[in-house]
């Protein structure tokens, strides 16, 4: 429940395609680029948690870079 999914493809305006598997009765909600911007704008709380969960991706893709060997393929999985 609340989480985020094509949300950084939204932001930056990049094609996404998502496809949502759910293990019980859920809603989904779709907002297209200019919408999400707006309703950030509009909702401040909702803005906090997204930035959250952006830091949180960003930090835990840090990490896991940083215990792969980047001179690897292996960190080409990450990117």
Same mark, same amino acid.
């Given at each position: 429940?609340?989480?985020?999914f094509g949300e950084m ?9 998502? #496809? &949502? ?6 809603? &989904?909600q779709v907002y297209q ?6 309703? &950030? ?11 959250? #969960? ?11 870079? #940083? ?11 990450? &990117?």
């Amino acid at each position: 429940p609340g989480d985020f999914f094509g949300e950084m493809a939204c932001l930056l305006k990049a094609p996404r395609q998502a #496809t &949502v598997t759910s293990m019980g009765e859920s809603f &989904v909600q779709v907002y297209q680029p200019q919408q999400l911007e707006h309703i &950030v704008t509009e909702n401040p709380q909702l803005a906090l948690k997204l930035i959250g #969960t952006l830091a949180r991706r960003l930090s835990s893709a840090n990490i896991r870079l #940083t215990e792969k060997d980047i001179r690897s393929k292996e960190w080409k999985d990450f &990117v």
